[in-house]
């Protein structure tokens, strides 16, 4: 009885080191889960319903072609259909050359097979189920003519276009996100609700999709992004929070931004490279 009351005190303190990491564990699941739950619970993500009933209105953030005749190329994101919408946003790309009366629209979606989807419309700019989409990026003229062609050549060299996983990649934002890392004069600062845009399709370390900073990445589930437009955002099982020094905003999971807004990449709008 002595001996076995000897290794059980001796066990004990690696008991406890045990409790320790399983209890700090457990508080930063709750503190990484808070922010969408609180998205749920106050009603900020239509969770119920049917997509098929969900508003699709077009919102007027895409110009017509005799408002601007001229090349576009914007980038979109919008809150998830359904309870996904608490954890973060879709992202797509939209181009339309010079002249052109439609739009192209570059996005993966989980119901298609492949699930790169590239097709013509004249609306980019519709509600995504429910979510009004926000702008994160918008080149026109001569800046929008030149990467058009760099869009479709990396959309076309996309290296996962049959693969999609909502957690933790590649998703529609780890499409986006590699496709502005590869397309030189296309920049956006991908929301820190875009789970998955630190999904990296090649290796540990990318450039920021903001410019002028990298993310370190390992399989999209610990992470550390440092980037000028990004700010510092540590990424812990797939979400992110963070802080933004130069537009003083706190960034947590599920909620997003809080604080001063983005810049608007492009040549439109108060944004800028």
Not at 68 to 81: C, D, G, L, S, T
Not at 147 to 155: G, K, L, Q, T, Y
Request: glycine fraction near 12%.
């Amino acid at each position: 009885m002595r001996v076995i009351a000897r290794d059980f005190k001796g066990s004990r303190p690696v008991l406890r080191r045990i409790l320790r990491v399983v209890s700090a564990l457990a508080v930063v699941l709750a503190l990484l889960v808070a922010g969408p739950l609180w998205m749920l619970a106050t009603g900020k993500v239509e969770a119920g319903g049917h997509w098929s009933s969900a508003d699709r209105t077009v919102t007027g953030l895409a110009p017509s072609p005799a408002e601007a005749p001229e090349a576009v190329v914007q980038v979109y994101a919008a809150r998830a259909w359904g309870w996904r919408g608490a954890f973060g946003v879709h992202t797509w790309i939209a181009t339309r050359e010079a002249g052109a009366e439609a739009w192209c629209m570059h996005q993966l979606l989980s119901w298609r097979r492949p699930v790169l989807e590239s097709r013509a419309t004249t609306t980019p700019d519709r509600a995504w189920y429910g979510s009004q989409p926000t702008l994160l990026a918008d080149y026109r003229g001569e800046a929008a003519a030149a990467i058009i062609p760099e869009i479709e050549a990396a959309v076309a060299a996309y290296p996962a276009p049959a693969t999609y996983r909502a957690w933790p990649g590649p998703n529609s934002n780890t499409f986006t996100a590699w496709v502005i890392r590869e397309v030189g004069g296309l920049e956006a600062t991908l929301p820190v609700t875009a789970v998955g845009k630190d999904y990296l399709l090649e290796g540990v370390l990318a450039e920021t999709p903001g410019g002028l900073g990298v993310t370190a990445s390992v399989g999209g589930v610990l992470g550390l992004t440092v980037g000028r437009d990004e700010g510092i955002e540590l990424n812990l099982l797939g979400l992110a929070l963070g802080i933004d020094l130069r537009r003083p905003a706190l960034k947590l999971p599920g909620i997003g931004r809080l604080g001063m807004a983005p810049l608007l990449k492009g040549e439109v709008g108060s944004g800028g490279r």
